[in-house]
């Protein structure tokens, strides 16, 4: 169902990659809700991914970007805003990737060569989108821009490894960017933290079914799939919540504020019989 929150709105959404994805759900649901938008991925990601289909399927056009690039991600927004004809309402950055967690290096045997990319493809890559939107004024006053994150960020989740720390980053990023944008142009920038999702990104990380099940057992309300997050972003995107910045948003059906249930209990003492 559309309620018209995003009417006549601009956007950009970073990686989608196939209908798994949850910036995948958020490009399909923002339309939908009225905007108009652009997708963008690395080229091999719009090579070998679904993102053209998508493109094709919501009219919007495809833009290939590194996004630890600034020139790649100055003409993204450059060119989005031509396409688009105005300057971007709303933007999501759902980007994340650690080659130590691809190549199965435990947490106290990192590579530092791969840590720095997990650092900057999952982290820095944000403050370079933020730094090059903000120095072309790129978004709109009272614009939306909104990081997806997880709770490993403030928890020890063993096997999520060197991307903890990417998203501790990300987090202290959206807040320090967060002042600066909102001061010079009413920009609200948030994370959200979301439930285990089943994503591809996702599917890598190391226990991420015995996780996901978990935190099923733990969270009151179960865990928020993607279209539930994608639901979130469209208020948080929308002028409903024009005066919330700053924040790590918890998206994840109450697991952040249970310490245990009785569901996760019984789970565990009929492991110990």
Known sequence: MSYNLLKGKRGIIFGALNDQSIAWKVAERAVEEGATITLSNTAVAVRMGQVSELGQKLNCEVIPADATSLEDL??????????????????????????????????DDLNYDFLNKTLDISAISFHKMLQAAKKQDAIAEEGSVLALTYIAAQRTFCGYNDMADAKSLLESIARSFGYIYGRSSKVRVNTISQSPTMT?????????????????????????????????????????????TMQNLYHDGGFSSVGMSDDAIEVFEKGLE
Do not use: W
């Open 200 to 244: 591809t990104a996702g599917q890598g990380v190391s226990g991420m079914d015995k996780l996901f099940h978990f935190a099923e057992k733990l969270s009151p309300l179960g865990n928020a799939d993607a279209d539930d997050c994608a639901n979130y972003c469209m208020v948080m995107f929308s002028d409903l919540t024009k005066k919330v």
């Open 74 to 107: 100055e003409n993204v927004f450059k060119k989005s805003m031509e396409v688009l004809g105005g300057k971007i309402d709303f933007v999501l950055h759902s980007i994340g990737m650690s080659p130590n967690v691809r190549k199965g290096r435990d947490y």
